[in-house]
C-alpha cells in the first residue's frame, strides 16, 4: 500500500528562525514529489516539485531536497517569517491511466511566533 | 491563467437538499479530480476525470454524483448527504500523463459545506 509519513506532526518556531520539514514515502512506481502549502480553509499551493533524478530544488526561502534510495524528502525553509505558519504537505504520485494519482502525507502544522 | 476557480464558496444544506459544487479551470488540464477535507487531515481523493471521461472512483457513496460537462468544467452533485459529509471540498486539475517534472495538481480554494 502507497504510503507518505511526515514528521514532525506539529512545529513551533520563531520569527526568523529556519526549520526542516521530513517526508518519508512507499509510493511505487514514483513519479514525482511535490511539497504543498495550506492555509487553514484553503486549497493547497504547489512550493516545489521534483521528479526521481532531481536532489533539490528551490522556491524563494523554500528548499525541496529528493533522495529517491532511500525514498526520503525534506523541506527547508530559510529565515521563517509570519505568514509561512500553514500546513506543509509531502504529495507522492503515481502515474495511472491518464492521470497522477496522488499519495498525501498528513502534513506538518508549523506555526511561526513573533 | 494558472487558476482553478470553485463555487460556491459556502454552502449549507439539509439533509433532503439538493445542491451542486462547480468547478472550473482554462488551463487546457484533462485530469481533473474532486477531494473531500475534514479539518486538520489531509485531503482524501474521492474522483479522477481523464479526457472527460470517470476514471477513478474511491469507493464514493452514491449521494456523490460527479459530472464533467466538458474538459473546463467539473460538477458534484450532491443529493441526501449526511452531517458527516460536512468537510472543505476541493477540485483540482493536472495535465494527463506526459512529463513528471512539469505535472502539478492546481487545487482550488475549495467549497465549505455544512450539512445540517
Known amino acids: 500500500k502507497n504510503q507518505v509519513e511526515q514528521s514532525p506532526q506539529s512545529l513551533i518556531i520563531l520569527e526568523g528562525k529556519n526549520c526542516t520539514l521530513q517526508?518519508?514515502?512507499?509510493?511505487?512506481?514514483?513519479?514525482?514529489l511535490r511539497w504543498y502549502k495550506q492555509d487553514t480553509g484553503r486549497g493547497p499551493v504547489s512550493l516545489t516539485i521534483m521528479t526521481f533524478s532531481e536532489n533539490t530544488k528551490s522556491n524563494g526561502r523554500y528548499t525541496a531536497t529528493l533522495d529517491a534510495d532511500t525514498k526520503q524528502s525534506s523541506l527547508h525553509i530559510t529565515a521563517s517569517q509570519l505568514s509561512d505558519s500553514a500546513s506543509y504537505i509531502c504529495?507522492?504520485?503515481?502515474?495511472?491511466?491518464?492521470?497522477?494519482?496522488?499519495?498525501f502525507g498528513r502534513g506538518t502544522s508549523l506555526i511561526v511566533h513573533p | 491563467d494558472t487558476e482553478v476557480t470553485q463555487t460556491p464558496k459556502h454552502l449549507v444544506m439539509g439533509m433532503t437538499n439538493k445542491k451542486s459544487l462547480k468547478c472550473e479551470q482554462h488551463m487546457g488540464h484533462r485530469a481533473m479530480y474532486w477531494y473531500k477535507q475534514k479539518a486538520k487531515k489531509p485531503p482524501e481523493l474521492m474522483f479522477v476525470y481523464s479526457y472527460e471521461k470517470l476514471s477513478i472512483n474511491e469507493s464514493v457513496p452514491s449521494r456523490f454524483s460527479p459530472e464533467c460537462p466538458n474538459s473546463s468544467l467539473l460538477n458534484l452533485h450532491l443529493h441526501a448527504l449526511q452531517p458527516e459529509d460536512s468537510a472543505l471540498y476541493l477540485c483540482a486539475s493536472s495535465q494527463v500523463v506526459g512529463r513528471a517534472d512539469t505535472d502539478t495538481q492546481y487545487f482550488g480554494p475549495g467549497t465549505r459545506l455544512t450539512v445540517l
Open positions: 517526508c518519508n514515502y512507499t509510493v511505487s512506481p514514483f513519479s514525482n
Open positions: 504529495v507522492v504520485s503515481s502515474a495511472s491511466g491518464g492521470s497522477y494519482i496522488p499519495t
